[in-house]
């Protein structure tokens, strides 16, 4: 499993190193190969909170996930003029969450920004048996020992110390969710890579997110993550909303205005 997940790894980086090379103006990093303008990566504002996102994971950017954070901050911006707090479930070591809080001069808000993690990975109990039989334990226990996953919550409490309203909730969701004392949520990210929690974090705060908010789920569309994608659409159907597929791999959804419940 680990030798074949290393393989398509490789091809995929060895793809998107020749679609560069071939196609200067192409974007081609983290899953996705597009010809449309990725302008935003010259904005002064976007760079200097990816640059900050890039110092949660140490300084070097291994993820090349510019495109998935600008949906991130995009939809952050958005929520910044609703009343309320914001959400992250899976936040590592903090890479979205603190491209936002430099983004929108977190200190300068008057809310706080819930930060929900294990701080060591999944937490098998929650991890559903198509996600086991997929191999998702498998890859969780590589992706700590690689160096991935953070494993423990004081290199992820320095990273966030400048921002006194960062709420660090260490423990398994759903267990840690009424931690989250927010009458009123404006943003919420799900990122914890398997469908149970996340879809236990989007029923416990669906009725606190205010009328506009926007609900990024990280790994809706990708290849994979079948579960999260089936689990998430159900939720929808029974909401009578329905999630935007992005082709960053993220999914996105709006809390209508208007809605009930
Ligand atoms: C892909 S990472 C999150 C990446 C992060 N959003 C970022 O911007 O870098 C997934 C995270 O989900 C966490 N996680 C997985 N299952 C969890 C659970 N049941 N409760 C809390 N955290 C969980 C893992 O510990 C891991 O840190």
Redesign the pocket.
């Known amino acids: 499993m680990s030798a074949v997940w290393a393989f398509k790894k490789s091809l995929a980086r060895i793809l998107f190193a020749f679609v560069r090379k071939s196609v200067p103006l192409a974007y081609a990093q983290d899953g996705l190969i597009s010809l449309h303008s990725h302008a935003f990566m010259k904005d002064a504002g976007f760079e200097r909170a990816y640059a900050r996102g890039v110092a949660a994971i140490g300084g070097r950017d291994l993820y090349e996930w510019h495109w998935r954070i600008h949906v991130g901050l995009w939809a952050a911006s958005i929520a910044r003029h609703l009343p309320g707090d914001f959400v992250?479930?899976?936040?590592?070591?903090?890479?979205?969450?603190s491209a936002i809080m430099q983004h929108l001069d977190w200190n300068s808000l008057d809310r706080d920004f819930y930060l929900?993690?294990?701080?060591?990975?999944?937490?098998e109990r929650?991890v559903s048996s198509s996600e086991r039989d997929r191999g998702v334990l498998d890859k969780n226990a590589r992706q700590l020992r690689d160096g991935f996953?953070?494993a423990g919550v004081e290199s992820v409490r320095e990273n966030f110390a400048q921002w006194p309203r960062a709420k660090i909730i260490q423990g398994?969701?759903p267990d840690t969710l009424p931690e989250v004392k927010s009458e009123r949520i404006a943003y919420l990210?799900l990122?914890?890579?398997?469908a149970p929690?996340e879809v236990a974090a989007l029923k416990a705060f669906w009725g606190r997110l205010v009328p506009g908010a926007p609900i990024l789920l990280?790994d809706y569309a990708y290849i994979g993550f079948d579960s999260q994608r089936l689990a998430m659409d159900e939720f929808a159907r029974d909401h009578g909303v329905a999630i935007c597929s992005l082709p960053t791999g993220q999914g996105l959804l709006i809390k209508p205005p208007g809605l009930r419940g």
């Open positions: 992250e479930c899976g936040v590592n070591k903090g890479f979205l969450s929900l993690d294990t701080f060591s990975g999944l937490d929650f996953y953070v398994s969701v990210h990122d914890m890579n398997c929690p990280d």
